[in-house]
Structure formats: C-alpha cells, structure tokens
C-alpha cells in the first residue's frame, strides 16, 4: 500500500501560494493550446492558428465558469447557499465536468457562430484537445488528497489522509488514465482520417459517458449525496447517462450515413 503524502502547496512565497491544482489547469490550457494551434495549421477549416487562441479563451471561462457553477448546484448547494463566497474559491477543489462541458459547449456555440464556422465543426475540433486537460484535472484531485476511492487491498491501494487509515482505490489515477490518457488516443486514432460532422465529438461523449461510469464504481461518492438509487448509482452515474445516450447518438448515426 502507499501513504499519499503529496503537499498541495507546490511553491509558498510568503502569503502567497501556488498549488499544484491551480498549475494543473495551466498545464491543461498550455496542452490544449499546443494541440490546437498544431490542428488548425493541418486543417481544413479556414482558420487561422491564432483564432485557436480566441477559442481556448472562451472554452476555458466556459470551464471555469461551468465546472464551478455545475458542482455548486448539482453536488453541494446547500453549502454554498449557507457559504456564497465559497463558491469563489476553486483552489480548494470542487469542479464538476459535467458543468464544465456545459459552459465549454455555451462557449463554443458562441465562438463559432462569432466566425462562421459550423458547430460541429468546432466541437470536433475540439474534442481531441479535452482529455489531456481531464488528465491534468484528475492529477491535481490526486494531489489534493480528493475524491478517493472505496476501501481495496490492491497492491496499488493508497491511504488518503481525509479518508481514515483504509487502503483506498486512487480512483482519481483510474480517471486520470481512462478519461485523460485512453480517451486522448481513442479521439486521436479516430480523427486522423476525415469524419462526418457530429462524429467525433459523438465519440469523445460516449468513451468519457463510459469511462466515467465505470470507475464510479469504485469511487466514493459524495458524502453530502451518498448513492442515489439502488445502493451504487452515483450522481456522476447520473449525469453521464445523457452523455452515453447523446454520444452513442451522434457517433452512431455518422457511422449509418
């Protein structure tokens, strides 16, 4: 078993803290920001590879925006109904993807309608460079010590210090791997050759719908929640319902036509 041990705080400069979850979004705008500016020089769309840039702005206020406003409402109102300036203070965890995907598609509506550009045209485009940042994203919940597993005696099994002397799964490393690594080259592969619209934004919907409620299974819900329905849905089961459903749509009905 393993001890997580890992301070959240990467550099103190007096009061001043710089923690490693506020840098994994960094790493996961710089990622995306490479990968973009790469595609779009290799497009066919009539962009240029600065409007990339105009795009990862508005899709990163839609993830920020998004993935704090969706975890406020879908997982622990209460809390920052009571606690309103909580909701201000994201270094301490608490983004919900499923909010975040919401603001990012609001953004990128808007983005692409500002240029022109079809809206699945831009949602395809963008659907390779997300899982790097989910990557990123699932690290820095690891480090902050968040989001554990359910008690295991897997070799690999960590104790987290919130969470009590248990060995737990690192549900968030699981994620990391599926949602961020697998689902990165599952998009890529696809992607090289060119599909119909609507196609492989349909696959990035329904490998992360997949991905994600899997290894729920093996992830501690929220304790403000618990479980659901059934004694094991979650509600990140739930919200990755429509996802599965509406990724499994668009994937599908490009492939019949």
């Known amino acids: 078993m393993i001890f997580h041990s890992i301070d959240p705080v990467a550099l103190s400069l ?3 803290q710089v923690r490693w979850y506020g840098l994994m979004y960094l790493f996961a705008f710089a990622v995306g920001w490479f990968l ?3 595609r779009a020089s290799r497009s066919a769309l009539l962009w240029h590879p600065s409007a990339v840039d105009d795009m990862l702005t508005c899709a990163m206020l839609g993830v920020i925006l998004g993935g704090r406003l969706g975890y406020v409402l879908f997982y622990d109102l209460a809390v920052y109904i009571r606690e309103p300036m909580e909701i201000l203070r994201i270094w301490n965890g608490g983004m919900s993807f499923h909010g975040g995907l919401l603001g990012v598609i609001a953004a990128l509506a808007l983005f692409g309608r500002s240029r022109g550009v079809p809206f699945f045209a831009v949602t395809d485009f963008v659907a390779l460079l997300v899982p790097p940042g989910l990557f990123f994203g699932r ?4 480090i902050n010590g968040e989001l554990w ?7 690999w099994a ?4 919130g969470a009590g002397s248990l060995p737990r799964h690192p549900s968030q490393l699981y994620e990391a791997l599926l949602e961020g690594l697998a689902l990165f080259a599952l998009v890529w592969l696809y992607s090289a050759k060119p599909r119909k619209p ?3 934004s349909g696959l990035f919907a329904l490998g992360y719908g997949v991905a994600r409620f899997c290894v729920e299974f093996v992830r501690m819900p929220d304790a403000q929640l618990g479980y659901l329905a059934f004694g094991w849905l979650t509600m990140g089961q739930v919200l990755c319902l429509p996802l599965i459903f509406v990724g499994l749509y668009l994937f599908c009905r490009n492939v019949r036509e």
């Open 158 to 161: 960590v104790i987290f210090p």
């Open 198 to 200: 609507g196609a492989v």
């Open 149 to 155: 597993g359910k008690v295991s005696n897997v070799p």
């Open 139 to 142: 690290i820095g919940n690891f």
């Open 36 to 38: 973009g500016r790469r």
């Open 14 to 16: 007096g009061r001043l």
